[in-house]
């Protein structure tokens, strides 16, 4: 600058850059090394590449857990555990060696502090919850369900969520190859947990997917279909080239977007020389019938970021494919504060080439309330975010309410922060209300966590949830028990 020495200036861009309360550094991804970890300290370079090889190795249960962190962790952590997996858990427990691998990334299972590190671990507090990092006060919300987006209700064809106007969810399969502490799906995917009977499919895959492709077919206000589950990394790449196939012989729709945290979780799946081959002429077909095909995943911390992941990413880049997006969920303990959400997003964005989108917030399922913050300070997170990334890839925070669908959390029309209740309005009706006179003028709800209110509003849910409080409270067992009861009569039936 005029006048100005060039000791001055650059003592001026040092303060600049060190007085933000974010400082940027630019990072190298880290694989962190596997063999640190008793169980595997023999495994080789090509076995850990191998997606035979994790998923034929994925923890699922305590022993297998022990046995990979050998004797070096304190007991007090497996005895938590089990009581989580007895009497909260909503997912059952499965991790590919690579997820586990980013759990105290730092430290080896017989160094000193590994125990307390492994309790603080932001992957590990969503991947492998504890009973002790959930709250005693209110476990869950009293409005928390088993399926609190209504994702069933809005069924249109069997696994087929018809909530918008243009755009559909196509749950093909309700497995994955990771189980999230926190999934919003909990009602339908993975295995069955003492708590939670999951729901199932009634009609079998082949008839499922007709039955999609159908309305699909019959309906062209749909333009956009996101492919999900589950993880369409567990369906046999051929099962999924073959639906995708369909959709995109459907004139109407533009825009294909595949949902797989295995991006993340297994990106040696996305490695494969198959499916890469398979992405390929799915690309190509798509560019011909200017069809975007997108892959979502869902990372929400740096520390899953490693190579491997940037591999898989540009490896699907190379297939064609017009992008790969995150969608994270905005959880405390793992990633609620403005430092962790910008580590994440440069790591994404600088490190592997995935646009960082969406964080949404944890929706409120049972057992949830320990990692729910409130619309308060989401509006305080998203606010944190801005002005550091370029805007293309400043990632929203979203509130999925329930009815509604996502808005933007500083969009909503009314808020009680004593009691803890946002408003919100909608502009379109779901496939449920087409009959629906006043849809567009109601205003629909969504709730705080109650452990966040003043002292006030905290009485309030007291008094008002009092007698009912510790029904209300477990509502996963409650809901587990509708769901036994609905089984026996069908079965009797
Ligand atoms: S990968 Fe997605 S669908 Fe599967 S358990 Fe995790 S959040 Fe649920």
Known sequence: MDGWTDDQFFRTLADMTTVQPYV??????VEPDWTRLPGWADVTTEQWESAQWQRAHCVKNLRQLRSVLGPGVEERFFTDLERDQAERATMSMLLPPQMLNTIVPHLAPDEAGYTDALFADPVRRYMLPVFSDRRTDWPSHPYATRDSLHEHDMWVAEGLTHRYPTKVLAELLPTCPQYCGHCTRMDLVGNSTPVIDKLKFDLKPVDRYDKMIDYLRATPAVRDVVVSGGD???MPFKNL?????????IENIRDIRLATKALMGLPQHWLQDDVRAGMERLATTARQRGVQIAIH???NHANSVTPLVARATRAMLDTGIRDVRNQGVLMEGVNADPHALLDLCFALSDGAEILPYYFYMCDMIPFSEHWRVSVDKAQQLQHGLMGYLPGFATPRIVCDVPFVGKRWVHQLAEYDRVHGISYWTKNYRTSIESDDTSALDR?????DPIHTLPAAGQEWWHQHTGPNRAAQHDAAA???RISREAAAVQAGA
């Open 241 to 249: 080239e073959a639906f995708l196939a369909r959709l995109l012989e």
């Open 478 to 480: 409650e809901a587990a």
């Open 297 to 299: 995943t869902h990372v």
């Open 443 to 447: 205003r629909y709800e969504y709730y």
């Open 24 to 29: 940027y550094v630019q990072r190298d991804l």
């Open 232 to 234: 369409v990394a567990n």
